[in-house]
């Protein structure tokens, strides 16, 4: 695991046993539980949702005369049934996450399905112990999900994108000011993306000793803490190798010595400054479309199914456990097949010679030509 997985970790960590402080103490138990089957992110993200979701329940009658959210004990939670937690699911459609903000917070379908997510997987535990015997949210319906268009670029905007970045063109006199010293660097992480399809984590995460350029693998760390080695073309070696011999010669912040992609302070790049990286370059190069780091993704899967048409393939690349999770990336596929199939099938087979003839302002001459007009 590199050193930015096992920081990321570390962080995490310690923020989770912050919140949990906060949450009831039946909690607790829950998060230990789950511990060895799911990651520190997972355990995270299901502490913030119950955190809002205890917050709820503290303003309605059922917790009548409980001081704080750490006193509310499984007497409570045998009470929750399918309205309340419906009743909740409502109130996160827009509420005021605190008394302390003027901010009102919107979750729309895809935030509701993951905090009931986080409130079903709590009391499933509790259920399985034995320690309620009412789980009212297995009852409760899960918020339908839309798709949601898939955007990516097309080959033409992809390669006006890697020019946009290497030549600078249509920044602003002040980005054009960064650009000259870090050209380089911003060739090296969009051709990445475009050449691999890994995630902006998996990216940012890089080590010097990572990339081995013998066999043209870097070595990242996927969801779930699992490392992997991905395979890069001819085109994304030279992207990296360039960017190489400048990282060499720069002298990285004490703690981010080996970190690969370094900003301008000379720490290791952030997530959000990578966001923000190609967001830059895409409203040039694409102004129409939102392209972020997962688009780029997304554009590598679409590429990678047209050139081989195979998605158990393209789904061991990106690193999806689930085929079906691959399947969304192709939507264009989908299209460009109906389309495909809309020419193949022909009525008659002489279609051309039915058209209607053109008009050429001259009468046309009946078959039969003693037949009367």
């Given amino acids: 695991m590199s050193d930015y997985s096992v920081e990321k970790k570390k962080k995490y960590t310690v923020k989770l046993r912050e919140l949990i402080l906060e949450l009831p103490k039946c909690c607790t138990d829950f998060f230990r539980g789950i511990e060895l089957t799911t990651g520190v992110m997972t355990r995270y993200g299901y502490a913030v949702d119950l955190r809002t979701f205890f917050t709820y329940l503290m303003g309605t009658d059922l917790c009548a005369g409980i001081d704080s959210m750490r006193s509310i004990g499984y007497d409570i939670l045998e009470q929750v049934d399918q309205v309340c937690i419906e009743c909740f699911l409502e109130y996160v459609s827009l509420y005021q996450p605190s008394d302390e903000s003027d901010e009102l917070v919107i979750n729309g379908e895809r935030a509701k399905a993951r905090k009931l997510s986080a409130i079903r997987a709590l009391f499933k535990y509790l259920y399985k112990k034995e320690r309620i015997i009412n789980n009212a949210p297995a009852l409760v319906d899960t918020p339908k999900l839309h798709e949601k268009p898939i955007i990516r670029l097309e080959p033409d905007e992809m390669a006006k994108l890697l020019d ?74 030279h992207a990296l190798l360039e960017y190489m011999v400048y990282r060499e010669s720069v002298i990285p912040a004490e703690g981010h010595e080996k970190a690969f992609f370094l900003s301008m302070q000379k720490k290791r790049m952030s997530v959000r400054s990578v966001e923000i990286l190609v967001k830059k370059y895409a409203k040039i190069a694409a102004p129409l479309k ?75 001459p009946p078959e039969n030509p003693d037949a009367e007009e």
């Avoid at 990339?211 to 490392?227: A, D, Q, W, Y």
């Avoid at 050139?307 to 989908?334: C, P, Q, W």
């Fill in 164 to 237: 946009t970045v290497e030549s600078g063109d249509g920044l602003t006199e002040r980005q054009k000011i960064y650009h000259q010293s870090n050209s380089v660097r911003d060739t090296a992480i969009i051709t990445l993306f475009l050449g691999t399809g890994m995630r902006i984590s998996e990216l940012v995460g890089i080590d010097l000793d990572d990339l081995n350029f013998m066999s043209n693998e870097v070595r990242i760390t996927r969801k779930g803490g699992n490392e992997e080695q991905v395979v890069f073309g001819s085109d994304v070696r």
């Fill in 290 to 364: 939102k392209i972020s780091p997962h688009k780029l993704r997304s554009t590598y899967g679409t590429m990678l199914y047209r050139e081989t048409g195979d998605i158990y393939l393209v789904a061991d690349v990106l690193g999806h456990k689930d085929v079906n999770t691959t399947r969304k990336h192709y939507a264009a596929m989908s299209e460009d097949r109906r389309r495909l199939a809309a020419e193949v099938i022909k009525l008659r087979d002489d279609s051309p010679a039915h058209d209607f003839p053109k008009d050429t302002g001259k009468d046309i």
